[in-house]
């Protein structure tokens, strides 16, 4: 059905949305792949989906710590440049580790990743420059908008390793899929089945609408193309 990613990205914008693949993830065995539901576009249009490129944050007391053990602690906001610069195409800033008392993603960060080429970012926290962000139209997802920032409260730590969003594993290379009813985590290893599998109920779906439209029961329609 798709020999790329790009190609794989257009159907998925054009014919799909979280639900089926989240139904056909059930199906699969993979039970627990969306995030929280709090975490939601900043505008409901939005739509994301490309590759993961994890990021890790952590909780800081101080944007420059005068005395430390660690010499990360006298970088503001840790690493978190390198690990916007290090975005490639089609991937998706996706970060967690940190309590909720800032933002993690803002408008600059957006033009950056725009110039990048990146697929868009979600993030386990806040997300400012609303305004900003919307006039860029780059695809955010966060569990709100909150002005405060995050330079003497957070450091990114690492990038492009595994983490932990909601409690759901997360990997560099993994399918994040996001809209406005919900984030999903696609693991690299059944996303072919997942999006087959998805594309297939889609495109029954419309089937199923056109059959109730002309008047069959749902007991029915659910008999003849086992889907609903």
Known sequence: ???????????????LFTALVGDVLDKLGYLHQFVAPDVKPITKGMVVIGRAMPVLEADVFLEEAETTNNPMMKKPFGIMFEALDCLKEDEVYICSGSSPRYALWGGLMSTRAIKLGAAGAVVDGYSRDTNEIEELNFP????GTYAQDQGPRGKVIDYNVPIEFNGIRVNPGDIVFGDRDGVLIVPKEIEKEAFEGAIEKARGEKLVKNALEEGMSTVDAFAKF???
């Open 1 to 15: 059905m798709w020999s790329n990613d790009k190609e794989l990205f257009k159907i998925a914008r054009e014919e």
């Open 140 to 143: 955010t997802f966060s569990i």
């Open 226 to 228: 086992g889907i609903m």
